[in-house]
């Protein structure tokens, strides 16, 4: 039995050195994932499958985890402004450069991270980078565009407001991180984006678009060497650090609590339920991928029959207690969310919670060790077929990089998978869900949800 992190870890690299010979003669096909530096810290990822087609760009450490109460939501403003318009480029002109490349540009703000990229033909792969470089270190950030953006960003929030998944989930983490960056939204309150200013975002963008905190990846048609030069060529005087203090790190610390917006006019009640997991650092990440496929999800309207392989599916299915769940496992640097969220009638939520605290409770003491291979088997499969294409390889070297500072090798990872059975699962689902703290965050029909300690008491 594992009875902490270390003796896991170490269990891990035992295992890895024999097994990874065995399954790298499987993934002789799978390229190498080559990495460079360059002096002031930039990191240059990639991996060329040879294609006509390529995926580059970057991934930046600059997400809402990084902003102060005052500022909540510039980073996503930030992201916004980037197609505005440069010293070089007009909106216009920028707009038409990429459509003439038959490129796509596109850009996303995570809680911890940023990311720019853009997929090309594979000898465009210079117009590509000089584009990115441009829009990220040279963006004219024009008051006209900032209060053009600001209207737009008004109007995603109150989009937000109508996709109750996403909703119930910036609930779920202001509740399970309560006063920290964590628990504030991506896109911030409307009181800041009213308010965001040049300055602000100016301020943001000196601290934390600098090269110690980036990752310049690319996957597809696209060769290392040249990749390596482009990003001296582009990116070598970008500076190696912002203000001293700005890349510090909050804790946050995770609280069981709950948030409740009822509205009995609602027909369906939509919650989340979660405990703290781990952050991707953490070995344990692994069982709790494995506990997570094992809770599953399920939807009434597909019709699934009874072989199921989840076990909360079968036994919500057989008696009607809800219309869909969904198990997620989010990780941040140092700490996560490890859940369920579920869509349900007003009668049947209190029975729902509790068949998902038994599931929860029989992961911890009964899973068996058929279950946990057939889940291994699927979360490798999965694993893979999430490789398809250079965009999703893209985004596997770049969330990989800035999480491990290295993209882990298909062999460590099988091996790490492989190694798990059933008394670690039900080890380390006993450490994170055995009397811990629950959060919950719902909407809906809620008037006769159970009270927290009574919830609590379901984690016993």
């Not at 804790?251 to 917006?261: A, D, H, P, Q």
Request: contains cysteine.
């Amino acid at each position: 039995m594992f009875r902490n992190i270390t003796k896991l870890a170490t269990s891990f690299r035992r295992v890895i050195s024999p097994y990874s010979t065995q399954v790298s003669e499987k993934i002789l096909n799978f390229p190498e994932t080559k990495v460079s530096q360059l002096s002031n810290g930039l990191r240059i990822a990639s991996e060329d499958s040879g294609i006509p087609t390529c995926t580059v760009g970057l991934w930046i450490d600059a997400g809402s985890r990084y902003e102060t109460e005052a500022n909540n939501g510039v980073a996503h403003f930030l992201e916004h402004m980037a197609f505005k318009g440069t010293e070089k480029r007009s909106q216009t002109g920028l707009e038409l450069e990429v459509e003439d490349m038959g490129a796509h540009l596109n850009a996303c703000t995570s809680r911890e991270q940023t990311i720019f990229q853009a997929k090309c033909l594979t000898k465009d792969v210079r117009k590509a980078i000089d584009i990115l470089s441009d829009i990220i270190q040279s963006s004219k950030y024009g008051q006209s565009e900032i209060e053009i953006e600001r209207g737009v960003i008004l109007r995603e929030m109150q989009e937000i407001e109508m996709n109750l998944q996403e909703l119930v989930f910036d609930h779920l983490h202001a509740a399970a991180f309560q006063n920290t960056p964590l628990g504030r939204t991506i896109l911030g309150p409307v009181e800041n984006i009213k308010s965001i200013s040049r300055k602000d975002l100016v301020d943001f963008k000196t601290n934390h678009y600098v090269a110690s905190k980036m990752v310049l990846a690319g996957a597809g048609g696209v060769q290392h060497e040249e990749l390596v030069k482009l990003a001296e060529e582009y990116f070598g005087s970008l500076k190696s650090h912002g203000a001293d203090g700005a890349d510090f790190l909050h804790t946050c610390k995770f609280t069981g609590s709950e948030s409740r917006l009822c509205d009995q006019s609602m027909p369906l009640v939509h919650a989340a339920l979660a405990v703290e997991g781990c952050g991707w650092m953490n070995p344990e990440s692994i069982p709790l991928l494995i506990a997570n496929i094992l809770i599953g999800n399920w939807d009434r309207s597909h019709g699934s029959g009874g072989n199921i392989y989840s076990k909360l599916a079968h036994n919500v299915g057989a008696k009607n207690l809800c219309h869909s769940f969904l198990s997620f496992n989010t990780c941040y640097k140092d700490t996560g969310l490890w859940g369920i969220y579920l869509v349900t009638d007003e009668k049947t939520f209190n029975d729902m919670l509790s068949t998902v605290q038994e599931e929860w409770h029989r992961l911890c003491t009964s899973v068996t060790d058929e279950e946990v291979n057939r889940a291994k088997n699927l979360l490798l499969t999965n694993s893979l077929l999430l490789l398809d294409g250079s965009t999703p390889i893209f985004e596997d070297i770049g969330r990989q990089m800035l999480n491990y500072n290295r993209r882990i090798p298909l062999p460590e990872m099988e091996a790490r998978i492989e190694m798990i059975n059933a008394d670690i699962v039900r080890e380390v689902c006993s450490n994170y869900l055995k009397r811990k703290p629950v959060t919950i965050a719902a909407i809906g029909p809620i008037e006769k949800l159970m009270d927290y300690d009574t919830l609590q008491r379901g984690m016993q």
